[in-house]
């Protein structure tokens, strides 16, 4: 499994990681979701295959939901076979630059007083195309969100350990280590 750390801002390492995001020790996984239920595949698919519907049902039971809109749901690891305890859910409906996704996970994950926070590579999967046309252009993004996040809470987040996580893709996972690398020069 790659392990890399890119970046170290105030306290909060920034890596990226290769491998199962579910598998990995975390307090909380920030995923992206839409506003109209449609939860089943990639990290909503993998979520639910470690840890059944129970995330996925706290989400369902505050809709409707709106764009950037956060959602906690919270679990505990030794209820099934993850190694995640707590959700983050960003409403995603395409609508906001993905830097405002990151950011507003990011500042809920903190609020929240998360020190292992998961990020999956947003937008890079299915999505990509829908807003952000390339995979540099969704890693530019997504390294911005952190940065301005950073620049707001650098100081105070207990947030020590912010993971970006590709599932087992090399390719990806060194194209996203090199742009968060540029990014955070």
């Not at 392990?3 to 920034?14: A, P, R, S, V, Y």
């Not at 690891?77 to 983050?88: I, L, T």
């Not at 937008?123 to 046309?133: F, I, P, Y």
Request: hydrophobic residues 40%.
């Amino acid at each position: 499994m790659a392990n890399n750390l890119i970046k170290t801002m105030g306290n909060t390492g920034i890596y990226v990681s290769q491998g199962d995001i579910t598998r990995m020790p975390a307090d909380a996984i920030i995923t992206a979701i839409n506003s109209g239920g449609l939860w089943f595949g990639g990290i909503d698919g993998a979520i639910q295959r470690a840890a059944g519907s129970g995330y996925h049902a706290q989400a369902q039971a505050v809709m409707p939901l709106k764009d950037l809109q956060t959602v906690v749901a919270k679990g505990n690891r030794n209820d099934h076979s993850g190694e995640f305890d707590n959700v983050v859910f960003v409403v995603d409906d395409l609508q906001s630059p993905l830097d405002n996704v990151v950011y507003n996970g990011l500042e809920t994950a903190s609020n929240e007083g998360y020190q292992r926070v998961l990020l999956p590579t947003v937008r890079m999967g299915v999505m990509l195309g829908q807003v952000e046309k390339t995979p540099e252009e969704a890693i530019e993004r997504m390294s911005n969100g952190v940065r301005e996040f950073m620049q707001k809470y650098g100081s105070t987040t207990k947030i020590g350990d912010l993971r970006f996580v590709v599932h087992n893709d090399s390719d990806t996972t060194d194209m996203l280590s090199k742009g968060l690398a540029r990014a955070f020069e």
